[in-house]
Each structure stands twice: as structure tokens, then as C-alpha cells.
């Protein structure tokens, strides 16, 4: 069986997540399309410390990026579309037949979850909600349900109409069509998208495991299913014996940083020395798709990374949100970084380096002027380097 040395693994897997060319280049409508088709999709987090996740992984690759340009293509193009993956996500438009197929296949199941979840009430809800936005006009959560107690400001304590719009949005009866601010309003889904072809059943499977083998390079079953969020590690599985039977895969073993292996499935024509090395240091979302799957960062890269760490309790070791940093093809540490825009400043809580990464000159040096294009593209105007910021 092949074996992909760790330092190959790590150039094809960062080629393939649009991390080795350097981040400059236009970002128009066109480029930005063609890169999330790359990637597949950008996950959509509410968390604004510094910049909105899809915002700044679209950034880290394209430092032209500008968030008018996404939310064209949202809004008014139609070229990508919101829906779930793992997670909330921004997908390229060309992917809507495996959604609708997805859609149509996975509506009962999801049913079942929502009556488990949020009770019978939301079903009450669905028709009314249904014919408010057909009668009024897209609509967001506080425009339904206004008869309805409010949460008292639990992430997903819904209010019934709240519920029903959310499971007509996954049930694909709805669309979001913009957001204002960051909430999201939502249409009739033949108002948004035009009705189109959904992806056949003997199709979806198998085109949905080799965007995913193609995206990744390398990857387990359990990985391939996980990418799109829309099959089982069993349909995985089966899918995987079919192609390896029919030569389309082949086995190969990962090694990991540690020195240790890990059997997955590659084209059999993957070139590993095709991929270029990557130069330059970047500071990354932390919902990057690098990073999306945190056992294999760590095992392809050695970087233990969770958005929260406790060692030991109560006391924390890195700040509750902190920011990658990735130079050429390692990670090397961790930042505490937050705008306060109505300031003006971009404020450096803390600089977290890894094991064996020196705190030389140089690189602190460029870690400052990647500081000052973030700080920049998040609207303010000069880095603030907080008391005690350096973590070593």
C-alpha cells in the first residue's frame, strides 16, 4: 500500500483548501465563485470578534476579498445559495440538484428531529407561516409568531414560528434571500431560485463522494461522509467498495505528524509532488475547512486546536476565541484577537506559539504586518498589542 509521507499529506491537503498560492490576485465575483467551488462551501458563523467567518476565509485566500462582492452573489446573482452542510454554509448554486435531492430524501427524518426537539407546536405554525410570506413578503423571525413568548436568549431556545421558519428553510419549502445585519429573511424558495433538476438517485451518492475525494485529496469514509453533511459513514462505505473495485480509488496510508499511519483512499494518478509547497504565513478563521475536522488538523499537523481550552480547570490556556496561525505548511500558533471598531483598533489580547516555534524577530515581524492587513480589513485603523500579550 502507498504510503504519502506527512510532509507530501500536508502540501496536497493545503493545495486542495486554495492555501498555497499566495493570497493575492483579483476577487471579482468570478474568482470568488470559481474559489468556493474549489472549497466546496465556507461555513457561516454569527461570531464577529474580528470578521465574520465566511468573510475571512474567503479573505486568508483572496486579500482583495471585500464582503460587498459575497453578498452580490447572495443576493441579487443568485450564483451561491445558504443552506447546511455541517453547519450553516454558503454553497455555490451549480450544487442545488444533490440539495433538492437531499432535501426530498432527508424532510422526514428531519421532521421527526424538530417534533423531538421543539415539540408539536411549530407544526401549527407551518401554513401560517407559509401564507404570511407569500401574502407579505419575505420575513424573519421577529416578523412571525409575534403573539409568541421569546426565549430568554438561549442559542436555540425558538419560539414556535421561529421553529417553523427554520425547518421550512432546511425542508427547502423556503429560502433565505438576504440577510439584514446578520439576520436572516427568508422567501419563498420559487421566488429565490428558479425551479430546476434534482439530482437522480443512482447519481447523487456517487457524485457527491468524488467532490468530496477531489476536495480533500485523501480522505476515510467517515471523512468523505462527513464533508457535505448529507450521508451516512455507511452509504460512504458502500461507496468506497464500489469504486475501489472498479479501480477508481485505490488504499493508501497517511502518515501523520507523529509518525504514526492512517489507512484512507487517493486517486491512484494522485500526483503528491505536483502540489507546491506553501510559502508565506497567513492568520486563519477559526471555521476554516482546513481546520473544520480538528482530529486531522492535529493529526496532519500536530496542532491540538478547539475554540475553547481548559488545562486544567477552571483556568484557561488560550483565549475562548483564537485565531489560527499557519506559516508555510505548519501551524504555529494561536491569537486573542478582537476589533473594537468604534475605537479604531484592532487589540491583541494574546500571541500563543507552539512547542519548538522560536519567537524570532523576523517572524514576530510578520506576524505584525499580517496583523495590520487583518486590522485593515476589518475597519480599523492601527493594532493595539495589549499588557502581557506575549504568551512565552
Same mark, same amino acid.
Given at each position: 500500500?502507498? =504510503? ?12 486542495? #483548501? ?5 493570497? *493575492?490576485?483579483?476577487? *471579482? ?11 466546496g462551501f465556507v461555513q457561516v458563523d454569527s461570531i464577529n470578534t474580528v470578521a465574520r467567518a465566511h468573510d475571512m476565509i474567503l479573505w486568508s ?16 446573482? @443568485?450564483?451561491? !445559495?445558504? #443552506?447546511?452542510? #455541517? ?10 440538484? =444533490? ?10 427524518? =428531519? ?6 426537539? #421543539?415539540?408539536? %407546536? ?8 407559509? &401564507? ?9 423571525? /421577529? ?23 427554520? !425547518?421550512?428553510? $432546511? ?8 440577510? +439584514?445585519?446578520?439576520?436572516?429573511l427568508y422567501d419563498l424558495t420559487e421566488r429565490v431560485h428558479p425551479p430546476g433538476p434534482e439530482m437522480p438517485d443512482d447519481q447523487a451518492l ?10 480533500? /485529496?485523501?480522505?476515510? *469514509?467517515?471523512?468523505? &461522509?462527513? !464533508? ?6 455507511? +452509504? ?35 500526483? *503528491? ?6 510559502? /508565506? ?11 473544520? %475536522?480538528?482530529?486531522?488538523?492535529? $493529526? ?12 486544567? +480547570? ?14 508555510? %505548511?505548519?501551524?504555529? /500558533? ?7 471598531? &468604534? ?9 500563543? =506559539? ?8 523576523? @517572524?514576530? &515581524? ?27
Open positions: 500500500m502507498r =504510503l504519502i509521507e506527512n510532509p507530501s499529506a500536508r502540501r496536497v491537503f493545503l493545495d486542495r #483548501h486554495a492555501l498555497t498560492a499566495p493570497p *493575492t490576485g483579483p476577487a *471579482t465575483r468570478t474568482d470568488l465563485l470559481a474559489l468556493i467551488e474549489t472549497l485566500r483572496r486579500r482583495a476579498y471585500r464582503p460587498q462582492a459575497l453578498r452580490r452573489m447572495l443576493d441579487r446573482d @443568485r450564483t451561491l !445559495f445558504e #443552506h447546511w452542510t #455541517h453547519d450553516a454554509a454558503i454553497i455555490p448554486s451549480t450544487f442545488l440538484p =444533490l440539495w433538492r435531492w437531499s432535501i426530498r430524501r432527508d424532510t422526514p427524518r =428531519l421532521l421527526d428531529r424538530y417534533r423531538k426537539w #421543539h415539540g408539536p %407546536d411549530f407544526q401549527d405554525r407551518l401554513d401560517e407561516v407559509i &401564507a404570511h410570506i407569500r401574502d407579505n413578503g419575505p420575513a424573519g423571525s /421577529g416578523d412571525v409568531g409575534k403573539d409568541e413568548a421569546r426565549s430568554k436568549g438561549g442559542w436555540w431556545e425558538w419560539h414556535p414560528s421561529k421553529a417553523a421558519l427554520e !425547518f421550512l428553510w $432546511r425542508s427547502g419549502r423556503l429560502s433565505i434571500t438576504r440577510r +439584514e445585519g446578520f439576520a436572516k456517487d457524485w457527491a463522494m468524488n467532490a468530496a475525494l477531489d476536495r480533500l /485529496g485523501f480522505a476515510t *469514509t467517515g471523512e468523505l &461522509a462527513a !464533508f457535505w453533511g448529507r450521508f451516512r459513514p455507511d +452509504e460512504a462505505a458502500r461507496w468506497a467498495d464500489a469504486a475501489l473495485h472498479r479501480g477508481e480509488v485505490v488504499p493508501v496510508r497517511i502518515e501523520s505528524a507523529d509518525g504514526s499511519h492512517r489507512r484512507a483512499l487517493a486517486r491512484a494518478d494522485l500526483d *503528491t509532488d505536483a502540489a507546491p509547497a506553501p510559502k /508565506g504565513l497567513r492568520i486563519l478563521s477559526p471555521f476554516d475547512p482546513a481546520l473544520r %475536522d480538528r482530529n486531522r488538523a492535529e $493529526r496532519l499537523f500536530g496542532f491540538h486546536y478547539r475554540i475553547e481550552v481548559f488545562v486544567p +480547570e477552571p483556568k484557561r490556556q488560550f483565549g475562548y476565541y483564537v485565531f489560527p496561525i499557519i506559516e508555510d %505548511d505548519r501551524l504555529i /500558533g494561536r491569537i486573542d484577537a478582537r476589533a473594537r471598531r &468604534a475605537e479604531g483598533v484592532l487589540s491583541v489580547a494574546g500571541l500563543w =506559539l507552539e512547542p519548538g516555534i522560536r519567537p524570532a524577530k523576523s @517572524r514576530l &515581524a510578520r506576524i505584525e504586518a499580517q496583523l495590520s492587513r487583518l486590522a485593515t480589513f476589518a475597519q480599523c485603523e492601527r493594532v493595539v498589542f495589549e499588557k502581557g500579550w506575549q504568551k512565552w
